[in-house]
């Protein structure tokens, strides 16, 4: 079986220890057949967090409606 792996240089990985990003364990756990889904989900938290720098939660309802 081949191993897959990412090297991060110093930078790229303090970014990511500086700023994490919360997610929902129990919406990855549920997703985790839908490679797509799983991006969608981490880009949407990522973009409510940069936006307000506070989590938020995006309803299906509220993306419909921007549209």
Excluded: N
Excluded at 2 to 29: A, N, T, Y
Aim: hydrophobic residues 45%; charged residues 25%.
């Amino acid at each position: 079986m081949l191993q897959s792996c990412i090297g991060l240089g110093e930078r790229p990985f303090q970014e990511i220890i500086d700023h994490p990003v919360p997610l929902d364990m129990r919406i990855l756990k549920a997703m985790r057949r839908s490679s797509l889904g799983l991006d969608v989900y981490m880009w949407l938290c990522r973009l409510s967090l940069a936006i307000t720098r506070v989590p938020r939660l995006v309803r299906h309802r509220a993306r419909a409606a921007v549209s």
